[in-house]
């Protein structure tokens, strides 16, 4: 099983749109859903969106998913302070060696 | 209320073995997918094990196999993660989750496990 690249860190200002990018292979993200989750410090991991492009309830609009081949985005718009959090992807590998999920590095956002 | 409990989390010598145990409640149990996932300090997150709802399929994580072995019993609500031959590098906390990924996400507050002699 693979892990899949995000860039180690992003920043922004208070209202800004950042995004992070996460990128795999076909085994994973070219053939299965991408869902991202938020950690805060000391807190367990928050799902933000799922099948790529959905947010559960309570999640606010400002998270947004989407996937093109075999990379995946997380687009946050209108930046608040409040989501200076590290961020991860994670997908379904089919690998021969065996199956299993496969997260992302992890993206540190930054709220200058 | 959704409830995720995780309990086991101890420190444990090299070679040794824990089980971990994740108590739910407030959901039907026996409906769903159960993962394991873990984080080891400071690093990022590792999906370990997941079983399906009534026990007959599961997978691990190509680092885990052979070592770990998860269960549940339905009656009693509760998911298992059997660790065997702990190594240094299994020290972690270890979430477990509900439908991970999915709509009914759904995490525990995690339990630390520590190998060290």
């Known amino acids: 099983q693979s892990v899949l690249t995000q860039p180690p860190s992003a920043s922004g200002t208070p209202g800004q749109r950042v995004t992070i990018s996460c990128s795999g292979s076909?085994?994973?993200?070219?053939?299965?859903?991408v869902c991202w989750y938020q950690q805060l410090p000391g807190t367990a991991p928050k799902l933000l969106i799922y099948?790529?492009?959905q947010r559960p309830s309570g999640v606010p609009d400002r998270f947004s998913g989407s996937k093109s081949g075999t990379s995946a985005s997380l687009a946050i718009s209108g930046l608040r302070s409040e989501d200076e959090a590290d961020y991860y992807c994670a997908a379904w590998d089919a690998s021969l060696s065996g199956p299993g999920y496969v997260f992302g590095t992890g993206t540190k956002v930054t709220v200058l | 209320e959704v409830q995720l409990v995780e309990s086991g989390g101890d420190l444990v010598q090299p070679g040794g073995s824990l089980r971990l145990s994740c108590a739910a409640s407030g959901f039907t149990f026996s409906s769903y997918w159960m993962h394991w996932v873990r984080q080891a300090p400071g690093k990022g997150l590792v999906w370990v094990s997941r079983?399906?709802?009534?026990?007959?399929?599961?997978n691990y994580a190509d680092s885990v196999k052979g070592r770990f072995t998860i269960s549940r019993d339905n009656a009693k609500n509760t998911l298992y993660l059997q660790i065997n031959n702990l190594r240094a590098e299994d020290t972690a906390v270890y979430y477990c989750?509900?439908?991970?990924?999915?709509?009914?996400?759904?995490w525990g507050q995690g339990t630390l496990v520590t190998v060290s002699s």
């Open positions: 099948r790529s492009n």
């Open positions: 989750a509900r439908d991970f990924g999915g709509k009914d996400d759904f």
């Open positions: 076909s085994s994973n993200i070219g053939s299965n859903h």
């Open positions: 079983i399906n709802s009534d026990g007959s399929v599961t």
